[in-house]
């Protein structure tokens, strides 16, 4: 199960509507082996696409040298489908390389409708968890 | 040429759970070679059959992405750092 705070789960879903009609996508990270998504990073999309996103490479290195220095992990990454239910495509799948991370997935198809899963993607494998949205996590 | 490499977690299986290995290797292609005797399999993870960088996997030299320098050409030099990271990326 992802456990994950309003003010998160929020700021997911306004990225998303934001950046519509192209894919937004980011990462939230938190304290290693915490499993708790505490600091809500937005990324740059930099294919500019309503069908395919991906992490600049330079964007990329500076994103996990600064995890690195804060003993953090990428506990969720996130993105969003713009046309299609917001579940792993296949290049999600072949592409998913953090097996510890939930991977949320976003649809911004219906501006009415708020489609957020997530998903454990593990040696191509996909597992779809529930969604726990808190006010805030426990001390 | 002794060269600190940064290993992702997604590879680590191949490294005995190791973040950061030492590798020699003027070139990062031999730099590849060396690791690769040391931990089979992982040269298959980074280059591709046709002996091409894979498109989805990000090699850095110190600061920058190799394909702005020299793909696996680039030279390597006595206490440099190259970081792997798989592309965050999909459809």
């Known amino acids: 199960m992802l456990t994950i705070d309003r003010a998160t789960y929020d700021a997911i879903i306004a990225h998303a509507r934001r950046d519509h009609p192209d894919e937004a996508c980011g990462v939230v990270a938190g304290p290693l082996g915490s499993d708790r998504p505490a600091r809500f990073i937005p990324m740059l999309n930099a294919a500019r696409s309503p069908t395919f996103y991906e992490f600049d490479s330079g964007d990329l290195l500076r994103l996990y040298r600064d995890m690195d220095d804060r003993d953090e992990e990428p506990v969720v990454v996130y993105h969003s489908h713009t046309a299609t239910e917001a579940r792993p495509s296949r290049t999600d799948i072949s592409y998913a390389s953090e097996p510890n991370a939930h991977y949320v997935l976003v649809s911004t198809r219906d501006p009415e409708v708020v489609e957020f899963r997530s998903f454990r993607i593990v040696d191509a494998t996909v597992t779809e968890e529930d969604v726990q949205v808190v006010d805030s996590y426990p001390e | ?91």
């Open chain 2, 1 to 91: 040429m002794a060269v600190e490499v940064r290993i992702p977690t997604i590879l680590r299986n191949l490294t005995g759970n190791q973040k950061q290995v030492q590798g020699e290797g003027d070139t990062l292609e031999a730099l590849f070679a060396d690791l690769e005797t040391k931990f089979a399999g992982l040269r298959g993870r980074l280059v591709d059959d046709e002996g091409a960088l894979r498109r989805f996997v990000n090699v850095y030299l110190n600061d920058e992405d190799v394909r702005f320098l020299g793909g696996l050409e680039t030279k390597l030099g006595e206490g440099d750092t190259v970081t792997i990271l798989p592309a965050v990326a999909g459809g």
